[in-house]
């Protein structure tokens, strides 16, 4: 059930952190991957690889939608197909928000929620097609947040790009779900990565953010796996427009 031998999946943001634990594990439950990123994905490639998966490193700056149209053409030409989009990359702009600028609010929503949905919709266009002439169901995961569900502090534009993260995901599985492609959100809590650093070098902002965690720890990229691999697989052929917190706990608070 959880099985994704045979299965290509286009991971962006796969260079490190969460997208290269995201490739990872699918690549462990069989998937062979093409790697998005804007600098090099040869670490992700190369592990990929070792566990005797094929893996190609596409190079896309997705701060705009140029390259959306390559990310697909190329990963057809190298697998035949794909049947997973995995929409990991993304950015953060901190700021109060009475100083916050418009270079920094443009930049995140073009990367965060508008290359998201024309990725999307190229992947969307694709997977239905394929399903149409009998390959199968195809699986869109975008990666929402916390602040999918929450305001948080100081980062406007974030927190507006990931609420219309997860709106986007039920939206597209209202219209695609019965044409054959699933359309779900993964929300990481509090992930020790390069988005989160000045987070966890504020002593006062780490202590607070530990002590409302129920794990009682940061999260690790590799913690996200499971759930990429679950929505990735038949095991979540009836799951659509759902956002699964992967938090330690967070929300439940």
Request: aromatic letters at 6%; hydrophobic letters at 45%.
């Amino acid at each position: 059930m959880f099985d994704l031998t045979g299965k290509v999946a286009v991971v962006t943001g796969a260079n490190t952190g969460i997208g290269q634990a995201i490739a990872l594990a699918l690549a462990e439950a069989g998937a062979d991957i093409a790697a998005v990123g804007r600098s090099s994905c040869d670490e992700t490639v190369a592990a990929v690889q070792a566990l005797g998966r094929k893996a190609v490193f596409v190079a896309a700056d997705l701060s705009s939608v140029a390259p959306v149209g390559d990310i697909v053409e190329q990963t057809v030409a190298e697998f035949g197909g794909f049947d997973i989009l995995v929409n990991n990359a993304g950015i953060i702009r901190r700021a109060d928000s009475v100083d916050f600028t418009e270079a920094d609010w443009d930049a995140v929503i073009d990367t965060n929620l508008k290359s998201v949905f024309f990725l999307c919709q190229a992947a969307g266009r694709h997977m239905i097609a394929a399903h149409e002439q009998g390959r199968g169901r195809g699986k869109i995961i975008n990666i929402a947040s916390m602040l999918t569900f929450q305001g948080g502090i100081r980062v406007p534009s974030y927190t507006a790009s990931k609420s219309g993260v997860g709106g986007l995901t039920k939206l597209l599985a209202n219209e695609w779900s019965a044409k054959g492609v699933n359309v779900n959100a993964i929300a990481p809590g509090y992930i020790a990565t390069n988005n989160t650093t000045a987070l966890r070098d504020d002593e006062d902002r780490n202590a607070a953010i530990l002590a409302r965690i129920p794990a009682a720890r940061w999260g690790k990229p590799s913690d996200l796996g499971g759930a990429a691999v679950f929505l990735s697989s038949s095991a979540s052929d009836y799951v659509d427009g759902h956002i699964l917190a992967v938090d330690g706990g967070w929300l439940a608070r």
